[in-house]
């Protein structure tokens, strides 16, 4: 787009090449020291308009001043590959991040951080959906899958995985899980028919090494497997 | 993404009462005070642009079961505001007896997206003018009323040439709202007032002097479904797409269409156009042309050009003049092959 | 003289044979760059500019600095005398880039990086970014070829190693030719970066660093990465404090 200027702030397509990061320490239920410099604040459904951030809010309302987003933290309970994951999270982390940073689950990736790759693909309530657009605390209640859920306890490879390795479906692998993840719920939804269903119910995911003609050989062949 | 107060709604009354007791302290003032999440596929994409600033998010997910019904009769079709993209682009009803519904949805967006995104956000989605999603720009009506408009004079390959005026030509980019257009949808909303049901076409407004304004809807209201009318044109209906992917990318034109043919004449052409105006487009100028004609390749074209008589063409995106005409041309005689 | 006929099968060709790394990636064990569990590590974030060309006239870091998770804040005010040239990666250098970052109030193109943001977390570190406020002085930008104060200048110059190769008398044959076709096109700008985002880890153990960092160029990058070195981007003193300091993140 001719002479487009970056905004004041990285983002979009802007931050792929500038993020610079580090990964945070697991913080699981049992490490409960991750909450010493958080005050942990229940969590619950709200049936009246109770919100999240409690204690600062009240506080807000009795004395207008800044909202400014402090150590404080809210507590979220994750169930993710069908373990319970008990986080002090910032309200904005998005499900992406928790997987990563928090839970240290880093097989999820961080493609465009928009929607727009799919690489952050995962599994809410076994249909296929972008953590990177999914606030972690609206996943709460729900069950979530990842890459690192799908082999079997002895190992043995989901037949996608499976038929990915067969096909030569990557080269760098970055898009994979994401890939991986889409395709067993392309299977699911019914969307693998044939290769142009194939290739048109996959659009979400983009892969840059151009893999793309063993993605969809791998589709087509676990696609009969997990029919078996 | 700035800071903001995270509510999660159990009904209606209370995702209303809680966007609309949510006074805006005094150091967030001017920011849009209180969105609601429901798929989040528009809200967290321009909030982590730091395009939309809301002080407060009301998490609609604990209503997706109150309005998530697709009701089928022989009025038409209901869809809640919470059905997902996905569900009714597959629904086997909607597939076969309102098929520009159905294709409106499954050329839209990606499967991902349609899993998470609702069709109330859906028809709400946010325009992709690369200016209005980049606050670089600091010249943008739409984000910043009276800053200007860095498309006028910009690249404006993607905008609009149908709708648009000195202060916005910001494309609507939408699919699902053009089938909405040319079937007479309804709307229903919910708020502080009560509800009431509209015409879906009364649901967005031009950007004329205000872009900042979009719809509508009041602060607070919530939309909870859609009433599609049945009808002897909804079967032979159709939705055309044309982009610069093939899939998996917004349109430069599009058009849904929904004809009655008496014999080989059109009674009543139903027909909306999208990727070339500011918001959702009914084309009566286009259905004037055809009522009562034979389809053919020459009516065809004489509603196009009828169609888009008004355009105002910008620096780069003139093509679209032609290109919304054949595409109308187009789907016009792909849909008089339909069975009805 | 080439002989058209292929070599037979050596070994392990033309097999399918999985990639050693199909398991690992498969599975969302491989571990990139941003996947690398260190401890207790703070976040950057990289504020570009807004302006194409130009100077920075003023920063106001005040917003920034009072969100509570906020470590520092990086801007060629605070440490433009720190960082140094380096060689480029044509020269076996880690450098992709001429503009030494953070090194002056001189904006030289589009998505500068013109401050750092440290932080406890992410989210604090976007935020804090997106509240720096920045006054710009911009100068007019040459973003095509035909833009005033476009440069012109002859590969030669630029690479003693360039032969321009020369056949014929083109000007001469065109003016003669009985039909000539004069068109331009022009095709956008591809960048044809990978899918894995650009992210770096950085940890010191003692005077030891350890990068981890999504590149083609690991050697180069690892050269002159040395601090303490003469060739290195952070200048002696500043690398010897920091190696002093316990093992805390920092941002390089």
Same mark, same amino acid.
């Given at each position: 787009?001719?002479?487009?200027?970056?905004?004041?702030?990285?983002?979009?397509?802007?931050?792929?090449?500038?993020?610079?990061?580090?990964?945070?320490?697991i913080?699981?239920?049992?490490?409960?020291?991750?909450?010493?410099?958080?005050?942990?604040?229940?969590?619950?459904?709200?049936?009246?308009?109770?919100?999240?951030?409690?204690?600062?809010?009240?506080?807000?309302?009795?004395?207008?001043?800044?909202?400014?987003?402090?150590d404080d933290?809210?507590?979220?309970?994750?169930?993710?590959?069908?373990?319970?994951?008990?986080?002090?999270?910032?309200?904005?982390?998005?499900?992406l991040?928790?997987l990563?940073?928090?839970?240290?689950?880093?097989?999820?990736?961080?493609?465009?951080?928009?929607?727009?790759?799919?690489?952050?693909?995962?599994?809410?309530?076994?249909?296929?959906?972008?953590?990177?657009?999914?606030?972690?605390?609206a996943?709460?209640?729900?069950?979530?899958g990842?890459?690192?859920?799908?082999a079997?306890?002895?190992?043995?490879?989901?037949?996608?995985q499976?038929?990915?390795?067969?096909?030569?479906?990557?080269?760098?692998?970055?898009?994979t899980?994401?890939?991986?993840?889409?395709?067993?719920?392309?299977?699911?939804?019914?969307?693998?028919?044939?290769?142009?269903?194939?290739?048109?119910?996959?659009?979400?995911?983009?892969?840059?090494?151009?893999?793309?003609?063993?993605?969809?050989s791998?589709?087509a062949?676990?696609?009969?497997?997990?029919?078996? | 993404?700035?800071?903001?107060?995270y509510d999660?709604?159990?009904?209606?009354?209370?995702?209303?009462?809680?966007?609309?007791?949510?006074?805006?302290?005094?150091?967030?003032?001017?920011?849009?005070?209180?969105?609601? $999440?429901? @798929? /989040?596929?528009?809200? !967290?994409?321009?909030m982590?642009? &730091?395009?939309?600033?809301?002080?407060?998010?009301? #998490?609609?997910?604990?209503?997706?079961g109150?309005?998530?019904?697709?009701?089928?009769?022989?009025?038409?079709?209901?869809?809640?505001?919470?059905?997902k993209?996905?569900?009714?682009?597959?629904?086997?009803?909607?597939?076969?007896?309102?098929?520009?519904?159905?294709?409106?949805l499954?050329l839209?967006?990606?499967?991902?997206?349609r899993?998470?995104?609702?069709?109330?956000?859906?028809?709400?989605q946010?325009?992709?003018c690369?200016?209005?999603?980049?606050?670089?720009?600091?010249?943008?009506?739409?984000?910043?009323?009276?800053?200007?408009?860095?498309?006028?004079?910009?690249?404006?390959?993607?905008?609009?040439? $149908?709708? @648009? /005026?000195?202060?916005? !030509?910001?494309?609507?980019?939408? &699919?699902?709202?053009?089938?909405?257009?040319a079937? #007479?949808?309804?709307?229903?909303?919910?708020?502080?007032?009560?509800?009431?049901?509209?015409?879906?076409?009364?649901?967005?407004r031009?950007p004329?002097?205000?872009?900042?304004?979009?719809?509508?809807?009041?602060?607070?209201?919530?939309?909870?479904?859609?009433?599609?009318?049945?009808g002897p044109?909804?079967?032979?209906?159709?939705?055309?797409?044309?982009?610069?992917?093939?899939?998996?990318?917004?349109a430069?034109?599009?058009?849904?269409?929904?004809?009655?043919m008496?014999?080989?004449?059109?009674?009543?052409?139903?027909?909306?156009?999208?990727?070339v105006?500011?918001?959702?487009?009914?084309?009566?100028?286009?259905?004037?042309?055809?009522?009562?004609?034979?389809?053919?390749?020459?009516?065809?074209?004489a509603?196009?050009?009828?169609?888009?008589?008004?355009?105002r063409?910008?620096?780069?995106?003139?093509?679209?003049?032609?290109?919304g005409?054949?595409t109308?041309?187009?789907?016009?005689?792909?849909?008089a092959?339909?069975?009805? | 003289?080439?002989?058209?006929?292929?070599?037979?099968?050596?070994g392990?060709m033309?097999?399918?044979i999985?990639?050693?790394d199909?398991?690992?990636?498969?599975?969302?064990?491989?571990?990139?760059?941003?996947?690398?569990?260190?401890?207790?590590?703070?976040?950057?974030?990289?504020?570009?500019?807004?302006?194409?060309?130009?100077r920075?006239?003023?920063?106001?870091?005040?917003?920034?600095?009072a969100?509570?998770?906020?470590?520092d804040?990086?801007?060629?005010?605070?440490?433009?005398?720190?960082?140094?040239?380096?060689?480029y990666?044509?020269?076996?250098?880690?450098?992709?880039?001429?503009?030494?970052?953070?090194?002056?109030a001189?904006?030289?193109?589009a998505?500068?990086?013109?401050?750092?943001?440290?932080?406890?977390?992410l989210?604090?570190?976007q935020?804090a970014?997106?509240?720096?406020?920045?006054?710009?002085?911009?100068?007019?930008?040459?973003?095509?070829?035909?833009?005033?104060g476009?440069?012109?200048?002859?590969?030669?110059?630029?690479?003693?190693?360039?032969d321009?190769?020369?056949?014929?008398?083109?000007?001469?044959?065109?003016?003669a030719a009985?039909?000539?076709?004069?068109?331009?096109?022009?095709?956008?700008?591809?960048?044809?970066?990978p899918i894995?985002?650009?992210?770096t880890?950085?940890?010191?153990?003692?005077?030891?660093?350890?990068?981890?960092?999504?590149?083609?160029?690991?050697?180069g990058?690892?050269?002159?990465?040395?601090?303490?070195?003469?060739s290195?981007?952070?200048?002696?003193?500043?690398?010897?404090?920091?190696?002093?300091?316990?093992?805390?993140?920092?941002?390089?």
């Amino acid at each position: 787009m001719g002479d487009m200027r970056p905004g004041v702030c990285p983002r979009g397509l802007k931050d792929r090449f500038q993020a610079v990061e580090a990964s945070m320490p697991i913080k699981r239920s049992d490490e409960p020291q991750s909450f010493d410099r958080r005050r942990f604040l229940g969590a619950s459904v709200s049936t009246a308009t109770l919100p999240f951030v409690g204690a600062r809010l009240e506080k807000a309302f009795a004395e207008p001043e800044a909202l400014t987003p402090g150590d404080d933290s809210i507590s979220v309970t994750l169930s993710v590959n069908g373990d319970s994951y008990r986080l002090g999270l910032d309200v904005r982390t998005t499900l992406l991040d928790a997987l990563r940073e928090h839970i240290g689950l880093t097989g999820s990736k961080k493609g465009c951080d928009h929607g727009q790759c799919g690489a952050c693909t995962v599994h809410i309530d076994g249909v296929r959906a972008l953590s990177c657009l999914t606030l972690a605390i609206a996943a709460q209640g729900h069950q979530i899958g990842t890459v690192e859920g799908l082999a079997r306890a002895d190992g043995a490879l989901h037949p996608m995985q499976q038929a990915f390795v067969d096909n030569d479906a990557f080269q760098c692998g970055y898009c994979t899980p994401g890939q991986i993840m889409s395709a067993i719920g392309c299977v699911k939804e019914g969307h693998a028919g044939n290769d142009d269903a194939i290739r048109e119910y996959m659009s979400g995911n983009l892969c840059r090494c151009a893999a793309y003609p063993n993605i969809v050989s791998a589709v087509a062949q676990a696609k009969a497997q997990m029919e078996d | 993404m700035r800071a903001f107060v995270y509510d999660r709604a159990s009904s209606d009354v209370t995702a209303i009462r809680a966007a609309l007791a949510f006074a805006p302290l005094p150091s967030v003032q001017g920011r849009a005070p209180v969105e609601y $999440l429901a @798929g /989040g596929t528009t809200l !967290i994409d321009l909030m982590k642009l &730091d395009v939309v600033r809301p002080a407060k998010v009301v #998490d609609l997910g604990a209503l997706a079961g109150a309005h998530d019904a697709i009701s089928v009769s022989t009025d038409g079709v209901r869809l809640g505001a919470m059905v997902k993209m996905a569900a009714a682009a597959d629904h086997p009803e909607i597939v076969r007896n309102y098929p520009v519904v159905a294709q409106s949805l499954q050329l839209a967006a990606s499967a991902q997206l349609r899993n998470m995104a609702t069709l109330g956000g859906n028809v709400l989605q946010r325009t992709r003018c690369a200016y209005f999603r980049d606050t670089a720009w600091t010249a943008c009506n739409k984000r910043d009323p009276g800053s200007g408009c860095a498309a006028i004079d910009g690249v404006n390959r993607q905008h609009a040439i $149908l709708g @648009g /005026g000195p202060d916005c !030509i910001a494309t609507y980019p939408g &699919d699902f709202a053009q089938s909405l257009i040319a079937l #007479d949808a309804t709307v229903n909303i919910v708020g502080s007032s009560g509800a009431r049901t509209m015409p879906f076409s009364d649901l967005h407004r031009l950007p004329a002097a205000t872009p900042n304004v979009e719809t509508v809807l009041a602060p607070g209201d919530l939309i909870t479904g859609f009433n599609v009318p049945a009808g002897p044109w909804t079967r032979r209906s159709l939705y055309l797409k044309v982009r610069d992917r093939q899939s998996y990318e917004f349109a430069l034109a599009s058009a849904a269409m929904a004809i009655e043919m008496d014999g080989s004449k059109v009674r009543e052409a139903r027909i909306a156009l999208g990727g070339v105006a500011t918001v959702p487009w009914r084309s009566r100028e286009a259905e004037d042309v055809l009522a009562g004609k034979t389809l053919t390749e020459d009516t065809a074209q004489a509603a196009a050009r009828a169609a888009f008589a008004n355009a105002r063409p910008r620096g780069h995106n003139a093509f679209k003049v032609a290109l919304g005409q054949s595409t109308l041309v187009r789907a016009l005689l792909q849909v008089a092959g339909m069975e009805g | 003289m080439i002989d058209p006929a292929a070599p037979a099968p050596v070994g392990n060709m033309g097999q399918p044979i999985p990639r050693y790394d199909a398991r690992a990636k498969v599975t969302g064990k491989a571990v990139y760059a941003a996947d690398a569990a260190l401890p207790d590590v703070a976040y950057a974030y990289l504020l570009s500019s807004r302006v194409a060309k130009g100077r920075i006239k003023s920063f106001d870091l005040k917003a920034a600095r009072a969100l509570p998770g906020v470590l520092d804040i990086l801007t060629y005010q605070t440490i433009g005398g720190d960082i140094r040239k380096v060689k480029y990666f044509t020269e076996g250098g880690p450098a992709s880039n001429s503009v030494v970052p953070l090194g002056s109030a001189e904006i030289a193109y589009a998505g500068q990086t013109i401050a750092v943001v440290l932080a406890e977390t992410l989210e604090v570190a976007q935020d804090a970014a997106y509240q720096i406020g920045v006054e710009y002085e911009e100068q007019p930008s040459a973003g095509t070829f035909d833009s005033k104060g476009a440069l012109e200048q002859e590969l030669a110059e630029q690479n003693k190693r360039h032969d321009d190769p020369k056949v014929g008398d083109f000007a001469a044959a065109y003016e003669a030719a009985p039909i000539k076709i004069d068109v331009s096109y022009s095709t956008p700008t591809q960048h044809h970066n990978p899918i894995e985002l650009f992210a770096t880890q950085c940890v010191w153990n003692g005077p030891q660093l350890t990068v981890h960092e999504p590149s083609q160029n690991v050697y180069g990058i690892k050269n002159d990465l040395r601090p303490n070195s003469a060739s290195s981007p952070v200048k002696s003193e500043s690398s010897a404090a920091m190696s002093a300091a316990p093992s805390a993140p920092r941002a390089l």
